[in-house]
T-cell receptor
């Protein structure tokens, strides 16, 4: 059973701080990693994807992948109240195209 | 604009009824998916399809059925055999170019409530 684990939170951070969201996965053969953001009552939308070890930056967002330790993280710099949402980690194993989702981490950014 | 259209947005079902959720995409994506989301839970895969006239069961297919007669359409039927169908249902597709191949694009979702 391929598993993707996330701390359900909520993770509460003050406005302007760095929010750090973590995700671990069980399948060492996983190749593709995605972060989706889901506002309450809405559908998920892509934040970032990462395929190689290391960091990938896009604006205020940085994804970090460590395949040896089997974790992927998402850093949100200068957090804003509008970043308050649930963040879903999704992982695709090698040879597949079907993502497995974690349960999501709820982020609250308070003014 | 390209996207995925789900309908209806809200649906109420009486016990013993079958209901069908519509999903249409104009992204020219090959793969389509149905997910179920319960409060505080992640997304659980119901069915997926990579090509027309072919589809595969996901992790929680019991009590559901699908068809893929056209590339653009992937309707989901929630049958009376599904004992706890109240949930948020999400349709998605994938098939973009290059590194975007496996990125999912989601519809707005359909919220089903059993009366």
């Amino acid at each position: 059973q391929k598993e993707v684990e996330q701390n359900s939170g909520p993770l509460s951070v003050p406005e302007g701080a760095i929010a750090s969201l973590n995700c671990t996965y069980s399948d060492r053969g996983s190749q593709s990693f995605f972060w989706y953001r889901q506002y309450s009552g809405k559908s998920p939308e892509l934040i970032m994807f990462i395929y190689s070890n290391g960091d990938k930056e896009d604006g205020r967002f940085t994804a970090q992948l460590n395949k040896a330790s089997q974790y992927v993280s998402l850093l949100i710099r200068d957090s804003q109240p509008s970043d308050s949402a649930t963040y879903l980690c999704a992982v695709i194993s090698g040879g597949s195209y079907i993502p497995t989702f974690g349960r999501g981490t709820s982020l609250i950014v308070h003014p | 604009d390209g996207g995925i259209t789900q309908s209806p947005k809200y649906l109420f079902r009486k016990e013993g009824q079958n209901v069908t959720l519509s999903c249409e995409q104009n992204l020219n994506h090959d793969a389509m998916y149905w997910y179920r989301q319960d409060p505080g839970q992640g997304l659980r895969l119901i069915y997926y399809s990579q090509i027309v006239n072919d589809f595969q069961k996901g992790d929680i297919a019991e009590g559901y059925s699908v068809s893929r007669e056209k590339k653009e359409s992937f309707p989901l039927t929630v049958t009376s055999a599904q004992k706890n169908p109240t949930a948020f249902y999400l349709c998605a597709s994938s098939g973009g170019e290059g590194a975007w191949t496996n990125v999912l694009t989601f519809g707005a979702g359909s919220r089903l409530t059993v009366l």
